[in-house]
């Protein structure tokens, strides 16, 4: 069975950090694409970055490029999100998801599995 767990969430101030975690298991964790993804409040999801399988060729979102920074460990089975300078409107859920495959997607509809969501709230 796959589990994606994420950790990490929590309330922070502007211009602050967090750094996520999302622990997988049950596949061959550095045989897939993964990704974050975002739900802000009343709104729907947004891709935050996408990170393609083995070594890990990453894209980001317009709106957290040059602050946010993906990347996974496959001897860990673990991907990680580390957000710097965070501003209120990053305030959302963030997911872990795993694509269908070893190659990054632009549909919502190619992932195949989902974590349970960590809260990040970002307010003074």
């Known amino acids: 069975e796959v589990q994606l767990v994420e950790s990490g969430g929590g309330l922070v101030q502007p211009g602050g950090s967090l750094s996520l975690s999302c622990a997988a298991s049950?596949?061959?964790?550095?045989?897939?694409?993964m990704t974050w993804v975002r739900q802000p409040p009343g709104k729907g999801l947004e891709w935050v970055s996408r990170i393609s399988s083995g070594r890990g060729t990453t894209s980001y979102a317009d709106s957290v490029k040059g602050r946010f920074t993906a990347y996974r460990d496959n001897a860990k089975n673990t991907l990680f999100l580390q957000m710097n300078s965070l501003k209120p409107e990053d305030t959302a859920v963030y997911y872990c998801?795993?694509?269908?495959?070893?190659?990054?997607?632009?549909?919502?509809?190619?992932?195949?599995?989902w974590g349970q969501g960590t809260q990040v709230t970002v307010s003074s």
């Open positions: 998801a795993k694509f269908r495959g070893p190659w990054v997607e632009a549909n919502f509809d190619e992932i195949t599995s």
């Open positions: 049950g596949f061959t964790f550095s045989n897939y694409a």
